[in-house]
């Protein structure tokens, strides 16, 4: 149980376009899902919180209007890369939490996304 | 500031030996958690300590805390190849340390 996916698992885009990235919970309800950025052999630095029906939490230095997150319903939310840049090319991994563990993060996959 | 780090960086191993991978972190916590990925991957969860807790075992791992030291450790025992991997903590901040890059030769 707890199986959290991500589509796609990898995209390569051309710079200036816009990329979405879907995290769904596929056994469970997301109450909260995190979204995190990875850099190569870095830690994960968490980017943004979203609570489902309301607008996401974005932590100090995460711009909002270039990271669009959208959490519409109780299994899926969706991180959109707004005109990607090169150095916006990073490991973005979601996770969620169900409503009646609140300690427990259950992670996807991880989405690669490359900008040239 | 930055919680959760871990040292050493790296661990170098062979196969049946034990791993042990620390934790430190600055501010109060109600728990800790500790993660594995492999390469590429996404993060697989392995066990929480509660603020309340010394110690934790699962499986080949054991866990503590010592919350006066503000610290953690990841014990694997008997270490196998597979276990081959990076390893995270986080406290319940959501903010993960850069990791313990662990690789076990058979």
């Known amino acids: 149980g707890a199986v959290v996916s991500q589509h796609p698992s990898w995209v390569i885009c051309k710079s200036g376009t816009s990329v979405k990235i879907e995290c769904r919970s596929l056994?469970?309800?997301?109450?909260?899902m995190f979204w995190y950025r990875q850099f190569p052999k870095q830690s994960l630095m968490l980017m943004a919180t979203?609570?489902?029906?309301?607008?996401?939490?974005?932590e100090q230095g995460v711009e909002k209007d270039k990271f669009l997150i959208n959490h519409a319903s109780l299994t899926l939310s969706t991180l959109t890369v707004t005109s990607a840049h090169p150095e916006d090319s990073s490991f973005y991994i979601c996770?969620?939490?169900?409503?009646?563990?609140?300690?427990?993060?259950?992670f996807g996959p991880g989405t690669r996304l490359l900008v040239l | 500031s930055q919680q959760g780090e871990e040292d050493p960086q790296a661990l170098s191993i062979q196969e049946g030996e034990n791993a042990t991978m620390n934790c430190s972190y600055k501010?109060?916590?109600?728990?800790l958690q500790w993660y594995r990925q492999n390469s590429g991957r996404g993060l697989v969860h392995l066990i929480l300590?509660?603020?309340?807790?010394r110690e934790k075992h699962s499986g080949r791992l054991r866990v503590t805390l010592d919350t006066s030291k503000k610290s953690s450790s990841l014990l694997i025992t008997a270490s196998r190849a597979a276990d081959t991997a990076s390893y995270f903590c986080?406290?319940?901040?959501?903010?993960f340390g850069k990791g313990t890059m662990l690789l076990v030769s058979p």
């Open positions: 996770s969620a939490r169900t409503g009646t563990d609140q300690e427990t993060q259950y």
């Open positions: 056994d469970f309800q997301a109450t909260t």
């Open positions: 979203s609570n489902e029906g309301s607008k996401a939490t974005y």
């Open positions: 501010t109060s916590i109600n728990n």
């Open positions: 300590i509660r603020s309340n807790e």
């Open positions: 986080a406290t319940d901040h959501l903010t």
